[in-house]
């Protein structure tokens, strides 16, 4: 898919008329990353926002025994780099590539030049700050308030609504969701295969679906 293609689909530059939009993509750059490469260090200085063209990337904090929490894995039109462009503070986070990735690289003279051009991209992108923050307060709430199974569940819930339906077409490992939720991968293996005992989720090759959204829901804490 070509640049400009990519970043009609971004939520953030869809308010842009076609003029703008072509200004955005005559500045932006594209670069490929490898699987697991680092595309951004924590407490590097922050001189560009990037949007994800193709592939996967996560974001992570690592502790000093090498041990990874994963905070959000973006993929196709989602973007990050915001936050030090924004507070003009180092990067929060490593962001690190799960798989060959293809990204679009905006400087940050640049992006700055577009958010205070266009109210329209400061509105979106609060937009998405706000949903951000919801997501890691609900985090917070699960890790506080609910045992592995249940915020296994809350876990593809939320994948699931994000991709408007009961089926998560993600490409998550197990090693994965349980770098997301705080738990081990075997912990993570074992209840996924109770959910599914239970008729609660179908897992394929291909995707996860959701067979029983009410009792899903209920091992949430949502009902
Ligand atoms: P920045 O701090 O510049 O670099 C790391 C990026 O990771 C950050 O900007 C955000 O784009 C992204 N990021 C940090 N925390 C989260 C989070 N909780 N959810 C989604 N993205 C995040």
Request: proline share 3%; hydrophobic share 40%; net charge negative.
């Amino acid at each position: 898919m070509s640049g400009t293609a990519v970043l009609e689909q971004v939520p953030l530059f869809s308010q842009l008329a076609p003029a703008e939009l072509q200004r955005v993509v005559d500045v932006a750059r594209e670069r490929t990353y490898p699987k697991n490469s680092v595309i951004l260090f924590e407490d590097d200085p922050g001189d560009a926002l990037y949007v994800v063209a193709q592939g996967q990337v996560k974001v992570v904090l690592i502790g000093e025994d090498g041990r990874e929490v994963i905070l959000s894995v973006l993929g196709q039109g989602e973007f990050f780099g915001e936050m030090a462009l924004i507070d003009d503070e180092p990067r929060s986070a490593h962001v690190i590539a799960m798989e060959d990735s293809t990204l679009i690289v905006l400087r940050r003279e640049d992006f700055q030049g577009i958010l205070r051009q266009s109210p329209g991209i400061a509105l979106a992108l609060l937009k998405e700050l706000s949903r951000r923050l919801r997501r890691v307060d609900e985090k917070v709430g699960s890790l506080v308030l609910l045992d592995v199974n249940g915020r296994v569940a809350q876990l593809l819930l939320e994948l699931a609504d994000e991709e408007g339906g009961e089926r998560i077409t993600r490409r998550l490992t197990h090693h994965t969701i349980a770098q997301m939720i705080g738990s081990s991968r075997e912990t993570v293996s074992r209840t996924m295969r109770e959910l599914v005992d239970r008729g609660l989720i179908e897992v394929s090759r291909k995707d996860i679906t959701i067979r029983d959204r009410g009792a899903l829901e209920a091992a949430a804490g949502r009902s």
